[in-house]
């Protein structure tokens, strides 16, 4: 009989995401009329904007033709693409990334997982708590950890608190750590990372060898021009970090999928013996062996971004959602809720009402005022007594899902 990966079996039952899905499907199986509104995954709402669906109609169109279809394309991604990424999210920014160092995919949270492909097993792992899950599921799955303690802490993982009491901005570790994930602005807390926080981050990186993989899946949605939106803003970093960037969220491309992960040619790793190798051609040799690539059309689809028309266009999609984002802050603030985040991320990270737990409040929520958000909990031990609710939703939803949320607390 074949064996099973028994790390496998060290993760948590389910996913969370899947876990809240199962839930909400009880209730609306069991309430049948509920109008349940899902503030839960942040998944988009609005449709791709205009300049994106002309993009990909006339790539379908392409295809239709002998003379410009394409088969099977640059597993890395068309350079096409690959340039503009590079001119328009780092070239503006004065930072100096070339296109065959962006390594195109179908998403950040396959990338974010497949990048731990390339390193050993004895490399010690640093994560934020509360964390995006899949950074730990994934650890996990590698074989990197132990088994999970009663507050599903992972033995093995240095876990970084983000609560309150530091702004959601955890303190740098005093012992060396090789890998550190980092999430900025930050899923679920909504926090972001000044200037001065980086510069730290890499400084530390650099006087222990260590890795920082830096997710900034949701860098459209910051606000304050005084916030780096990559970490190469920061002198060294191209040494140092692997950036990880998305279409999904800054152009509703969640059910289009693209994505992209940055890997800059100084970036040097070590052999077990000591010898310095650059990462670049390893993680192109994994790309291209386990990749094929994103399609053709939706490579357009992304591309189309990055024209004058599909700026204006995406940056009024973020300002919608970012709209939703003050509404719920100013409601559930009105309604005596304690909130974080929303101020340059599509995320609200709140203290559950009494200081119920994440989970007690996720139910409450559900059957009482057919809202669904995300425990704080899901996110890690640090998470408990919080919660996350998405600012990705219709305005009409974000404005009954304020209003039943104070109806509910009053
Ligand atoms: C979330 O809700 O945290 C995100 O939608 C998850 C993701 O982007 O994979």
Known sequence: MARVNENFLKLKAGYLFPEIGRRVSKFCA?????????????????????????????????????????GYGPEQGYDFLRTAIADNDYKSRGVHIDADEIFVSDGSKCDTGNILDVFDLGNTVAVQDPVYPVYVDTNVMAGRTGAADAQGRYAGLTYLPCVAENGFTPEIPKEKVDIVYLCYPNNPTGAVASRETLVEWVAYAKQHGSLILFDAAYCAFVQDDSIPLTIYEIEGARSVAIEFRSFSKNAGFTGTRCA???????????????????????????????????SYIVQRGAEA??????????????????????????????????????????????????????????????????????????????????????????????????????????
């Not at 904007?49 to 239709?64: F, L, N, R, Y």
């Open 30 to 70: 069991e309430n049948p009329d509920a109008k349940v509104i899902r503030l839960g995954i942040g998944d988009v709402t609005e449709p791709l904007v205009p300049a994106t669906i002309e993009a990909m109609h006339k790539a379908v169109d392409e295809m239709a033709h002998r003379e410009t279809f394409r």
């Open 305 to 410: 971004v990055y024209t004058p028309e599909g700026q204006q266009q995406t940056l009024e999609l973020v300002k919608f959602y970012m709209e939703n984002a003050k509404l719920l802050r100013e409601g559930l603030t009105a309604a005596g809720i304690e909130v974080f985040g929303g101020e340059n991320a599509p995320y609200i990270w709140l203290k559950t009402p009494g200081g119920v737990p994440s989970w007690d409040f996720f139910d409450h929520l559900l059957t009482q005022a057919h809202l669904v958000g995300t425990p704080g909990s899901g996110f890690g031990a640090s998470g408990e007594g919080y919660f996350r609710l998405s600012a990705f939703n219709s305005r009409a939803n974000v404005e009954e899902a304020v209003v039943r949320i104070q109806n509910l607390l009053k």
């Open 260 to 294: 992209f992960t940055v890997v800059p040619k100084d970036l040097m790793v070590s052999t077990e013996s000591g010898e310095k190798r650059p990462l670049h051609p390893v993680w192109s040799r994994r790309h291209s062996t386990k990749f094929n690539g994103v």
